[in-house]
């Protein structure tokens, strides 16, 4: 099976230069997708690896400590080993933002996770996301 690198909308630059942001993991090969990215000349460093299921991210870690790992759509149950894991962040599954208890937010800060909802897609979304501390903002279609 081949590695496939699917790389979604803009995350943030974690404040280093050339971020390949978004690597989602398709397939359950994290050493194939993760050989693709470096042999792309992507350090560890400057990427994010997402995926929906959490042994995929914990096999990304056994590869890599530097990359930072994003859990999209988390879950409660297993977000404590995920936060040991470091390096790491997750979204939760509210389509609106508004609708994401500040307690869901407050639980993975407190683990110390980084946070982000789906998706800035607007001006106003994006201000709001600012406001209730979220770490990082994904978009789809800011530009339209």
Same mark, same amino acid.
């Given at each position: 099976?081949?590695?496939?690198?699917?790389?979604?909308?803009?995350?943030?630059?974690?404040?280093?230069?050339?971020?390949?942001?978004?690597?989602?993991?398709?397939?359950?090969?994290?050493?194939?997708?993760?050989?693709?990215?470096?042999?792309?000349?992507?350090?560890?460093?400057?990427?994010?690896?997402?995926?929906?299921?959490?042994?995929?991210?914990?096999?990304?870690?056994?590869?890599?400590?530097?990359?930072?790992?994003?859990?999209?759509?988390?879950?409660?149950?297993?977000?404590?080993?995920?936060?040991?894991?470091?390096?790491?962040?997750?979204?939760?599954?509210?389509?609106?933002?508004?609708? &994401?208890?500040?307690?869901?937010?407050?639980?993975?800060?407190?683990?110390?996770?980084?946070? &982000?909802?789906?998706?800035?897609?607007?001006?106003?979304?994006?201000?709001?996301?600012?406001?209730?501390?979220?770490?990082?903002?994904?978009?789809? &279609?800011?530009?339209?």
């Amino acid at each position: 099976m081949s590695a496939e690198i699917e790389v979604q909308g803009l995350y943030h630059n974690f404040g280093k230069k050339n971020v390949l942001d978004g690597i989602e993991l398709k397939i359950e090969n994290a050493e194939a997708v993760i050989k693709a990215v470096r042999e792309a000349g992507f350090e560890d460093d400057q990427v994010v690896m997402s995926a929906t299921e959490l042994d995929w991210l914990v096999d990304v870690r056994n590869y890599s400590k530097e990359m930072f790992l994003h859990w999209i759509f988390a879950q409660e149950e297993g977000l404590q080993q995920f936060a040991a894991l470091g390096n790491a962040g997750i979204s939760w599954n509210y389509p609106n933002c508004r609708e &994401c208890p500040k307690e869901k937010i407050d639980l993975a800060h407190q683990l110390g996770l980084k946070v &982000c909802l789906r998706a800035g897609d607007n001006v106003e979304d994006v201000r709001y996301m600012q406001e209730i501390g979220l770490d990082y903002i994904p978009s789809n &279609c800011m530009h339209e």
